[in-house]
Nanobody
Framework: QVQLVESGGGLVQAGGSLRLSCAAS????????MGWFRQAPGKEREFVAA????????SYADSVKGRFTISRDNAKNTVYLQMNNLKPEDTAVYYC??????????????????WGQGSQVTVSS
C-alpha cells in the first residue's frame, strides 16, 4: 500500500512558476518509480513526467520538455514537479502516481498502481 498526497497547486499568471510536491508513505519510497500526470476539463488524463527510483532517469512529455523538471528526495519520501514558463494550456488537475513494478519508468497510466488526490493548477493569460 502506498499513500500519496500532493500540494503546491494554485493560480499563477502565464510565464510564472509553481512547484508541486507529492509526499509518499507506506512502502519504501526508494523502491519504486514516480510519475506526474494531468487532466484538463473535458480531456483525458495525460502523462507529464516520470522519474526512476534512484532519480537518475527521467522522462517528459514533449509539451513540457524544457519547462518542467521532475525530481525526488528519497530521504524525504517526496517527488517534485518544478513548472516554469507556465502557459494557459497547462491548466489542469495534476496527479502524482507510483509505479511499483517494471524496470523502466512508464508513460502509460495503466502502469501506475497508486494515485494521489490531485492538485489544481490554473494558469491565467
Amino acid at each position: 500500500q502506498v499513500q500519496l498526497v500532493e500540494s503546491g497547486g494554485g493560480l499563477v499568471q502565464a510565464g510564472g512558476s509553481l512547484r508541486l510536491s507529492c509526499a509518499a508513505s507506506g512502502r519504501t519510497f526508494s523502491s519504486y518509480h514516480m510519475g506526474w500526470f494531468r487532466q484538463a476539463p473535458g480531456k483525458e488524463r495525460e502523462f507529464v513526467a516520470a522519474i526512476n527510483w534512484s532519480g537518475r532517469s527521467t522522462s517528459y512529455a514533449d509539451s513540457v520538455k524544457g519547462r518542467f523538471t521532475i525530481s525526488r528526495d528519497n530521504a524525504k519520501n517526496t517527488v517534485y514537479l518544478q513548472m516554469n514558463n507556465l502557459k494557459p494550456e497547462d491548466t489542469a488537475v495534476y496527479y502524482c502516481a507510483a509505479q511499483l513494478t517494471g524496470r523502466w519508468i512508464a508513460t502509460q497510466l495503466e502502469k501506475y498502481d497508486y494515485w494521489g488526490q490531485g492538485s489544481q493548477v490554473t494558469v491565467s493569460s
